[in-house]
Nanobody, 125 residues
Framework: QVQLVESGGGLVQAGGSLRLSCAASGRTFSSYAMGWFRQAPGKEREFVAA????????YYGDFVAGRFTIFRDNTKNTDYLQMNRLNPEDTAVYYCAAGHSFGSSSDGANEYDYWGQGTQVTVSS
């Protein structure tokens, strides 16, 4: 069992930056690939980014376009999503997730076994 807790969300102006964190419980964090998804009101959950167990490989949703970076620190049982050049379309609840697989299917929510409660990101224009 893994428990995930996101933090770092908030209100930011367009063009600004935020860093989200996802803290995981347990001693097996490095055995999980991690992902970030987001969901805006009235929209489906959308894949943002994923990172492999060691952090050596990453995968991003097409809309990211070089603005976001996912990384992890296995010594701290935490992964991060650095978001730059935010725009109002990035407004959503952001969720982190943990799963055992990593690859081309990492953009699918059903690849993940554990989810956090979400953190709100609001970008004002």
């Amino acid at each position: 069992q893994v428990q995930l807790v996101e933090s770092g969300g908030g209100l930011v102006q367009a063009g600004g930056s935020l860093r989200l964190s996802c803290a995981a419980s347990g001693r097996t964090f490095s055995s999980y690939a991690m992902g970030w998804f987001r969901q805006a009101p009235g929209k489906e959950r959308e894949f943002v980014a994923a990172i492999s167990w060691s952090g050596g490989s990453t995968y991003y949703g097409d809309f990211v376009a070089g603005r976001f970076t996912i990384f992890r620190d296995n010594t701290k049982n935490t992964d991060y999503l650095q978001m730059n050049r935010l725009n109002p379309e990035d407004t959503a609840v952001y969720y982190c997730a943990a799963g055992h697989s990593f690859g081309s299917s990492s953009d699918g929510a059903n690849e993940y076994d554990y989810w956090g409660q979400g953190t709100q990101v609001t970008v004002s224009s």
